[in-house]
């Protein structure tokens, strides 16, 4: 039964601190998605990739932002430095056609 | 600008019964949509899609209907069931060559009363 991993499931951090999210995409997808959930905006998308390479980040304040694939197993998402307003579920998916697979999330508490 | 609405927040429907939920589209260049459903603490999974080129896609108790001149679309589930009890979304791409970013709605609540 082939899934999106993503770790850790919860994190909880200090604004200002590092945090970085990791996805392991279904084998065979060439696409990989990150997306955020929040109460007020619901579900955005934030960067894709496709065949490792960066695609749309249009979503993602790249300020303070980061997404790579430094291998067809591995997405991240790091954001650096952390505010209070990056809290949410962090969704990472991944696709060959036009339907999408979502990993469990990431739900990010920043304090 | 919400490109993808769900005006409905939330429906309650009998078991048994058919849940209707509805999704509306602004951008004409969306050709493909899905709908997705949301448990607690889960991830959206993947229900049923249908491209713009059709206007009916059936899978199970699962139909969706697309009226591209109403720009609206619509899913069916027939007869509903308790485990039905969930969130769900309707997304959409645009024209692409493979899979694209997805532009959703803001989600049903949809609550299956015994």
């Known amino acids: 039964d082939a899934r999106v991993t993503q770790t850790p499931r919860h994190k909880v951090t200090e604004m200002g601190q590092e945090v970085t999210m990791r996805c392991q995409p279904i084998?065979?997808?060439?696409?990989v998605f990150w997306y955020r959930q929040t109460m007020m905006q619901g579900l955005e998308l934030l960067a894709y990739?496709?065949?490792?390479?960066?695609?749309?980040d249009s979503g993602m304040p790249k300020d303070r932002f980061s997404a790579e694939m430094p291998d067809a197993t591995l997405a991240t998402l790091k954001i650096q430095p952390s505010e209070p307003r990056d809290s949410a579920v962090y969704f990472c998916?991944?696709?060959?056609?036009?339907?999408?697979?979502f990993g469990p999330g990431t739900r990010l508490t920043v304090t | 600008d919400q490109q993808v609405k769900q005006n409905s927040p939330s429906l309650s429907v009998q078991e048994g019964r058919i849940s209707i939920l509805n999704c509306d589209y602004t951008n004409s260049m969306f050709d493909y949509f899905l709908w997705y459903k949301k448990y607690p603490a889960e991830g959206p999974t993947f229900l049923i899609s249908?491209?713009?080129?059709?206007d009916k896609n059936e899978d199970g108790r699962f139909t969706v209907f697309l009226n591209k001149s109403a720009k609206h679309l619509s899913l069916h589930i027939v007869p509903s069931q308790p485990g039905d009890s969930a969130v769900y979304f309707c997304a959409a791409s645009a024209v692409g060559g493979g899979a694209d970013g997805l532009t959703f709605g803001k989600g049903t609540h949809l609550i299956i009363q015994p």
């Open positions: 249908i491209s713009s080129i059709k």
């Open positions: 084998l065979g997808h060439n696409t």
């Open positions: 990739f496709r065949n490792r390479a960066p695609l749309d």
């Open positions: 998916a991944s696709g060959l056609v036009r339907e999408q697979y």
